[in-house]
């Protein structure tokens, strides 16, 4: 399974780089020094953050679902996603701050702002279904404000400029943006990689987890933690991509005998197959065309989803 999906990754990466080739091999010919650029400049720092993004945003599902028991969840329902998309706007459009380094902090900073409040609400020993509802009143919460942000902004074309960044984008993506990303989305993957056994404690009840030896409270809040630095910094960068962190562990779980702690790495990998396949995929749109890449997610996610309740509504029927 690992080696199947890892390759998959592998392969795809290589396409992301090489593909298209309409004009590479004739630049190669020409002028090999720009085609190095065009490769490491352009592509390899596309490709990349599509490889982390799709990664932490399994990843993050994963231990979610396992956390909320609820295939249902996902990453957005901390409020990290709509709160790193309000402080980039704000920093951005409010602020005036609007280079990368600068935008990538205030949307880290909304991260974890959203990630307060949820705990503020929650309270220090909430159940799971109260994180729940309080992360869905802080994504409504910050995607009102952000389309408010955005109509007081000085600029009367901030929503237009804004549009590719908050439907999801990896288009013309630095290097230094791929290390903000990267660096704290491997560090939220290696932390919920070390979590599988405690989550799938936990998917025997709290009480038989916690008799086990293991700390529910700290296992609750470092997942939410954890899910909001990576996906939080992934989101500043390159903008809200969806769904990818819903059908990826929902796929996982399938691979593992329905393990929720064990699905975290093959979901990992199968997150990364999903956006280096969106992303190649709108490559090829006509060239006076740009489909942000969230919008191609999101329209292949959405009949999953619908399926996926569909499907939980039948087994719930006697």
């Known amino acids: 399974m690992y080696f199947t999906f890892s390759a998959a990754v592998l392969a795809l990466f290589a396409a992301a780089l090489l593909l298209p080739l309409q004009s590479l091999p004739a630049l190669w010919g020409s002028d090999p020094e720009l085609a190095g650029i065009v490769i490491t400049e352009l592509r390899l720092p596309r490709a990349l953050l599509a490889l982390v993004y799709g990664a932490v945003l399994g990843a993050s599902g994963a231990a979610i679902q396992a956390l909320f028991a609820n295939p249902l969840a996902s990453p957005d329902i901390t409020g990290a996603t709509g709160g790193a998309a309000l402080g980039a706007v704000f920093t951005a459009y409010i602020l005036g701050l609007a280079g990368p380094v600068a935008v990538a902090l205030g949307g ?12 503020l609400l929650a309270g220090p020993r909430a159940e799971t279904a109260t994180l729940l509802l ?10 009102a404000t952000t389309a408010l942000a955005l109509a007081l902004a000085p600029s ?3 929503f237009y400029d804004a549009y590719d960044w908050l439907m999801g984008s990896l288009v013309d993506r630095s290097l230094p943006q791929l ?5 704290p989305a491997l560090a939220a ?11 799938d404690a936990l998917a025997l009840g709290e009480d038989t987890a916690a008799a086990m030896g293991h700390d529910i409270t700290g296992l609750r809040y470092g997942v939410v933690a954890a899910t909001a630095l990576g996906v939080g910094a992934a989101v500043s960068v390159c903008g809200a991509v969806g769904f990818i962190g819903l059908v990826g562990p929902v796929l996982a779980r ?4 329905g393990h ?31 489909i942000p ?22 087994d719930a029927k006697p």
């Open 156 to 158: 009367p074309f901030a």
């Open 189 to 199: 993957l290696v932390y919920l990689a070390t979590r599988a056994r405690p989550l």
């Open 134 to 143: 309080a992360g869905i009143a802080i994504s409504a919460i910050t995607g």
């Open 254 to 257: 399938r691979l593992t005998a």
């Open 260 to 290: 929720p702690g064990r699905a975290i790495l093959p979901a990992a990998l199968i997150g990364s197959v999903l956006l280096l396949s969106a992303d190649l995929a709108i490559r090829f749109a006509p060239p006076d065309r740009s």
């Open 108 to 119: 880290v900073t909304g991260a974890g702002l959203a990630l307060g409040l949820l705990l």
């Open 293 to 314: 890449v969230g919008v191609l997610t999101a329209m292949l996610g959405a009949p999953f989803f619908l399926w996926l309740v569909a499907r939980m509504r039948w």
């Open 179 to 183: 290390l903000f990303a990267a660096v």
